[in-house]
């Protein structure tokens, strides 16, 4: 347990040992049960020595009734002390699982794509079935071996040098599982997180593979992924395996050299015939430990490995600290100089972006493919931190306020929609468990897709299925914007909401994004097509990364589409070199 657990302080580590007080209890119970183990060396000692040369009925009666008692009492302690492990690992999975989740959402908003997908929960369930296993048996038995050993010694030296002698080969042959099993182990993980991010990503595009004819490559791909985790983890196991046997095998002959000792000892008649067993068992017994502590030691690495990799992701996102809460946003929404890079990236992809809307206006944004609207929008709304500069609600920056609070005043509709499994009701409602029926029913009238969900076979409580499947992309697409408008956030942002829509869809788009703006929010609203800007009142336009012109709709228009023409309104104009002109 020492080893898994480490020496330095880390939130696993205060996990662990938060179940002190039942670890404490396993290590007594370990110690009754290690001297309960010595009930049949004992045992037989006794019947050999005693019984068979008094030919005594009684005693023999006697020692099988007190043998089997401490036998039951043995069992009982044993399943208690399983049961604890089992446990520990349950509230050690209890005590992290929501912070684990947690970080598996934030990771690739820190790192991108690069990220090791859902491995932290796997982390955690390696933990967690390491911990319910005998494995941790085995680390609370071996500090009892001296005592085994010990015992063998005041039976006769020759047979405690025996019984050391296997203790030395056996715990050199643990060392020398833990040096080879590392690697092999690590390997093995690793190819394991590779085959599994290439199935889930297949899944998730299983049309564009079927219908591209795509699915025999991706079939061969995964089996290349799949035959090298094969030969990974069999390398992993040969090892364990391989090395399990050898113990195992060494165990048995030590078992019979102790017997060959104890015979020879009794010729010579230097010891009963009763220590010849119960030296041969009690060596046994005391290289058991090490013979289960090889035989788990896979998972033992593999614990240890989960262990070590969640630290390192906890370390990498701290537990966000509780922060003031702030007065709701109502009046303003800033950008000063903000340039933002993409998670796991260098280059930034916008670049020194200023400009401020008030409560009840509207921002198109538009701009080619890859000029970063969408990276704009993304830290308008929290999700993405700014390389440079703040976006601030009312003066405040949004790190000010932790993403749960946040998510209260910002709607966010993005580019690409997923809804999550449930009814939709509850993906409008964001999952909230006190959500109230007339405010869920308001988004949807707001989005203008009540008349929608009343026509599904079970209204609002139809399932969506997982990812949304049982919608259309344009059904989904309008519950996603419900979602959004769920509960009149100050600050919507709606990233290509038309793209799947169809025109009654765009009507309904344009009358909510003015319904939002009459009742003091600000919307924000990316779009290719002109029909997705006719609710909004300013313009900005991006281009490579960079503020070409922010102003009113029409006057930005005016300017982008006939150059030129004189404006009749003032016009922020930003030239390539960042100067400005008006």
């Given amino acids: 347990m020492t080893a898994l657990s480490g020496i330095r302080r880390s939130e696993l580590g205060d996990a662990l040992r938060a179940c002190r007080g039942a670890l404490i209890g396993v290590a007594i119970m370990s110690c009754v049960i290690n001297l309960l183990y010595l009930t049949g060396s004992i045992f037989m000692l006794e019947v050999y020595d005693r019984v068979l040369p008094s030919r005594s009925i009684p005693t023999l009666v006697g020692l099988v009734v007190l043998a089997g008692g401490l036998y039951i009492c043995q069992g009982i302690l044993d399943l208690i002390r399983g049961r604890i492990l089992g446990r520990i690992g349950t509230a050690l999975d209890e005590a992290l699982n929501a912070r684990v989740f947690n970080a598996v959402v934030r990771l690739p908003l820190l790192v991108g794509g690069r990220n090791e997908g859902l491995q932290p929960l796997r982390d955690l369930d390696n933990v967690r079935s390491f911990l319910g296993s005998m494995g941790p048996s085995a680390f609370f038995d071996l500090p009892w071996l001296p005592l085994y050993l010990a015992i063998c010694f005041a039976f006769h030296v020759l047979i405690g040098i025996t019984a050391l002698v296997g203790a030395i080969m056996l715990v050199t042959l643990t060392l020398v599982t833990e040096f080879m099993s590392r690697e092999p182990a690590r390997e093995a993980m690793g190819l394991a997180a590779r085959r599994n991010d290439l199935a889930l990503s297949s899944?998730?595009?299983?049309?564009?593979?079927?219908?591209?004819?795509?699915?025999?490559?991706?079939?061969?791909?995964?089996?290349?992924?799949?035959?090298?985790?094969?030969?990974?983890?069999?390398?992993?196991?040969?090892?364990?395996?391989?090395?399990?046997?050898?113990?195992?095998?060494?165990?048995?002959?030590?078992?019979?050299?102790?017997?060959?000792?104890?015979?020879?000892?009794?010729?010579?008649?230097?010891?009963?015939?009763?220590?010849?067993?119960?030296?041969?068992?009690?060596?046994?017994?005391?290289?058991?430990?090490?013979?289960?502590?090889?035989?788990?030691?896979?998972?033992?690495?593999?614990?240890?490995?989960?262990?070590?990799?969640?630290?390192?992701?906890?370390?990498k996102l701290p537990v966000q600290a509780a922060q003031t809460l702030l007065q709701s946003p109502s009046s303003r929404l800033s950008v000063e100089g903000v340039s933002i890079v993409a998670p796991g990236d260098q280059k930034p992809i916008v670049q020194d972006?200023?400009?401020?809307?008030?409560?009840?206006?509207?921002?198109?944004?538009?701009?080619?493919?890859?000029?970063?609207?969408?990276?704009?929008?993304?830290?308008?709304?929290?999700?993405?931190?700014?390389?440079?500069?703040?976006?601030?609600?009312?003066?405040?920056?949004?790190?000010?306020?932790?993403?749960?609070?946040?998510?209260?005043?910002?709607?966010?509709?993005?580019?690409d929609?997923?809804?999550?499994?449930?009814?939709?009701?509850?993906?409008?409602?964001?999952?909230?468990?006190?959500?109230?029926?007339?405010?869920?029913i308001a988004a949807a009238k707001e989005a203008g897709v009540h008349d929608m969900i009343i026509k599904m076979r079970d209204g609002y409580d139809t399932e969506v299925g997982e990812q949304g499947a049982a919608l259309s992309a344009g059904q989904a697409q309008r519950v996603a914007l419900a979602r959004a408008l769920y509960r009149n956030p100050f600050l919507v942002v709606l990233d290509e909401p038309n793209s799947n829509l169809d025109t009654e869809g765009d009507e309904a788009l344009t009358r909510a994004v003015r319904a939002t703006r009459e009742r003091g929010a600000i919307v924000v609203v990316v779009a290719h097509r002109p029909i997705g800007i006719e609710g909004v009142d300013q313009i900005l336009v991006l281009r490579d990364g960079r503020m070409q012109a922010f102003g009113p709709k029409e006057t930005v228009l005016a300017q982008v589409l006939q150059p030129r023409v004189v404006p009749p309104h003032p016009i922020k104009i930003v030239s390539e070199a960042g100067g400005a002109k008006s």
């Fill in 417 to 440: 929609v997923e809804l999550f499994t449930g009814t939709v009701a509850q993906n409008i409602c964001r999952f909230d468990p006190d959500a109230n029926a007339d405010n869920i």
């Fill in 203 to 315: 899944r998730r595009n299983a049309e564009v593979l079927v219908a591209m004819g795509m699915a025999g490559r991706l079939t061969q791909r995964w089996s290349e992924a799949n035959e090298k985790y094969l030969l990974g983890n069999q390398r992993a196991s040969d090892v364990a395996g391989g090395l399990g046997a050898i113990a195992k095998v060494m165990r048995m002959m030590l078992q019979s050299a102790v017997l060959a000792v104890g015979a020879y000892l009794v010729i010579y008649q230097e010891a009963t015939a009763g220590i010849i067993i119960a030296g041969s068992i009690l060596s046994a017994r005391a290289l058991a430990p090490v013979d289960l502590a090889i035989a788990h030691w896979k998972s033992f690495v593999a614990a240890r490995t989960s262990w070590q990799r969640l630290n390192r992701l906890f370390e």
């Fill in 353 to 415: 972006v200023n400009f401020a809307l008030s409560a009840g206006n509207g921002l198109g944004i538009i701009g080619p493919s890859g000029s970063g609207k969408s990276s704009l929008v993304r830290a308008l709304v929290g999700v993405w931190q700014p390389l440079r500069g703040k976006v601030r609600l009312d003066g405040a920056a949004l790190d000010q306020w932790s993403s749960d609070v946040l998510g209260r005043h910002v709607g966010y509709l993005p580019q």
